[in-house]
């Protein structure tokens, strides 16, 4: 980016990704959008004047960007992205800093974060909100179980709040009904976050970053509603922004401390398809089989007493490149004797379905 950035705010529109307010690295609010073309790999700001705002939301709806909440400031904030014109919407009454948006059908929630009304950043908020964008109205929801500064999206009609702070990082997972009107489940992760970035695809919730663990990477599945953490060389960052295009994960900006001037100016991106995540998965899944070949018998076998069919698998090296790939039957030997010496990630769907990954080591 132009500038480096912390506690900002983004939305993806087609080929595009917008970065709204913050702070940049040279003190100072970031009160303008800059634009990431992701086909052309290029930088461009955009002429629209925002009020300063750190710490606060952004969605997007019908090539608009709707920028609200942000510490001290109650105002909406809508901008055109044809025309670049900043116009203003509904008073935000219960606005905070430091909270969790997402966007379902012309609606906007907003939920938790800190300062409620320009109250002290310390005292942490319950509030749950959405912002109708056809009647330009604001309408309280049920209260979160559990106040904190936090982040959220929405996945199949539920919404769902994932980790943040509230004197302590938080390990909850709180998820709403958006049909029932309900908070509904609630999951505990192995370990809290805050400070994190989310972004989705599909059925699975990226996050990425966070205050304490800078690095952090994982998803959480909602049809398994379980957590994956993964590993990649992610520059460390906290309060930065995510989008996902075309299987692939983008952060930008961010920041390292509480100084300005730690505040990032970089981009990356990586690859999120299955077949990524399948090799840089270290969740102990990952590692609850390993084999061993030989020269004898240069391969294994996948036992199965109920099943002889063929299976299609994939091997990849532990830095995700594939190495292999072909097809092979349940109960006979699977021939790796094409693949270099080294240790890999043999993957494969089993006959229900679920991606298994199995440590070899040749």
């Known amino acids: 980016m132009s500038v480096g950035r912390g506690a900002i705010s983004s939305v ?25 073309s992701i086909k052309d790999n290029r930088w461009s700001v955009i002429n629209s004047t925002l009020l300063p705002k750190r ?11 709707y920028i609200f909440n942000g510490w001290g400031n109650s105002h909406l904030e809508i901008v055109d992205l044809a025309t670049h014109k900043v116009t203003k919407g509904a008073v935000n009454h219960s606005y905070t800093g430091n909270a969790g948006s997402a966007i379902h059908n012309g609606k906007i929630y907003t939920f938790g974060g800190s300062g409620l009304n320009n109250a002290a950043t310390t005292v942490f908020s319950n509030r749950f909100q959405y912002y109708d964008i056809a009647s330009d109205t604001w309408h309280p929801l049920p209260d979160m179980p559990k106040a904190r500064e936090t ?10 709040v994932i980790g943040g702070f509230n004197g302590t990082s938080s390990r909850l997972i709180d998820v709403y009904d958006l049909n029932k009107n309900l908070w509904t489940e609630q999951y505990t992760m192995p370990s809290g976050i805050s400070g994190h970035s989310l972004a989705v695809s599909g ?4 996050i990425a970053g ?9 998803y959480f599945d909602t049809e398994t509603n379980k957590l994956h953490q993964l590993s990649s060389n992610m520059i460390p960052r906290r309060h930065a922004a995510a989008e996902i295009y075309n299987n692939k994960l983008y952060i930008m900006g961010g920041s390292t401390t509480s ?10 991106v990586a690859d999120i398809s299955e077949e990524a995540l399948s090799a840089a998965a270290t969740n102990e899944d990952v590692f609850k089989s390993k ?7 240069d391969g294994f076998t996948i036992s199965n007493k109920n099943n002889s069919n063929q299976f299609e698998y994939i091997v990849y090296t532990l830095d995700g490149k594939e190495a292999g790939k072909g097809f092979a039957y349940y109960n006979q030997n699977i021939d790796l ?24 080591i040749r």
């Open 210 to 218: 966070g205050y304490n663990n800078q690095t952090f990477l994982a």
């Open 12 to 36: 993806i529109v087609d080929d595009n990704i917008y970065v709204s307010n913050g702070y940049k690295d040279t003190d100072g609010n970031a009160n303008f959008i800059e634009k990431y």
């Open 203 to 206: 059925n699975k919730i990226f």
């Open 259 to 268: 100084l300005t001037k730690s505040a990032i100016k970089s981009i990356q």
């Open 55 to 65: 710490f606060a939301n952004s969605e997007t709806y019908n090539n608009k960007v």
């Open 151 to 160: 982040k959220g999206k929405i996945v199949n009609d539920k919404l769902y």
């Open 337 to 360: 004797s094409k693949v270099p010496r080294g240790t890999y990630i043999f993957t494969y769907k089993n006959e229900k379905g679920v991606l298994q990954k199995v440590r070899v």
């Open 291 to 297: 084999v061993y070949t030989n020269a004898q018998r």
